[in-house]
């Protein structure tokens, strides 16, 4: 079946870093792909999406593009701040139901 | 609060015993997800619902859970003679499901339900 994989975390940054999440993905064919965070004692919420190959998702600063040739939805971040601390996860849409990956805890340091 | 909401937020129980847990999704989302996770790892599906009726329920589930959605509206998950392997965080999400639209819509998820098996 389809299945995502991520970089192992945790990663540690400092304020105003570049980040990078890496993922990637094995579907059959071109599914929706997502970025989901869990702040601290929250529950997960969207983050970013991309429905199409070259899309590219972006919010909060985030971005990520949907390479259909690398099977890759790479998140990124500019300058990161110490509110970004989250687990990231990066899923893809298979039939009705998001498939996650295993998730990245992004630690930022003042 | 108009969220996704469950309860209860933490359960403590002893191997053998069932529990029960209740998912209350978005009032206008058609549809309610159950996932399981357990720490360091990505929520893993158990099954979902359109309206009342379920349409998929991952092979990984044993006939041990079981879930309803009576009216559309809430849902419940049972597990019966729970095992440790159990414990986990249960999470639900709920969505809305246009007819006629690809699946690319937006899940809202609850806090979850810690559970813990002893």
């Known amino acids: 079946g389809d299945s995502v994989t991520q970089m192992e975390g945790p990663v540690t940054l400092s304020e105003e870093a570049f980040l990078t999440i890496n993922c990637t993905y094995t579907?059959?064919?071109?599914?929706?792909l997502f970025w989901y965070v869990q702040y601290p004692g929250e529950g997960l919420q969207l983050l970013l999406k991309?429905?199409?190959?070259?899309d590219k998702g972006s919010n909060k600063g985030f971005e990520a593009t949907y390479r259909k040739e690398t099977t890759s939805f790479h998140l990124e971040k500019g300058s990161v701040q110490v509110s970004d601390s989250a687990v990231y996860f990066c899923?893809?849409?298979?039939?009705?139901?998001?498939?996650f990956g295993q998730g990245t805890e992004l630690s930022v340091k003042p | 609060d108009t969220g996704v909401s469950q309860d209860p937020r933490h359960k403590i129980t002893k191997r053998g015993q069932n529990v029960t847990f209740r998912c209350d999704p978005i009032?206008?989302?058609?549809?309610l997800y159950w996932y399981r996770q357990t720490l360091g790892q990505g929520p893993e599906f158990l099954t979902y619902?359109?309206?009342?009726?379920?349409?998929?329920k991952s092979r990984l589930l044993s006939d041990r859970f079981s879930a309803e959605r009576p009216k559309g509206s809430f849902s419940t998950l049972e597990i019966q003679r729970t095992e440790q392997g159990d414990s986990a965080m249960y999470l639900c999400?709920?969505?809305?499901?246009?007819?006629?639209?690809?699946?690319?819509?937006?899940?809202?998820f609850g806090s979850g339900t810690q559970l813990s098996v002893l």
């Open positions: 579907a059959t064919g071109y599914p929706s």
């Open positions: 999400a709920s969505s809305l499901k246009l007819r006629g639209r690809i699946s690319n819509e937006k899940l809202f």
């Open positions: 619902f359109q309206n009342e009726a379920q349409l998929e």
């Open positions: 899923a893809l849409l298979e039939g009705g139901k998001l498939i």
């Open positions: 009032s206008e989302h058609n549809r």
């Open positions: 991309a429905t199409k190959a070259d």
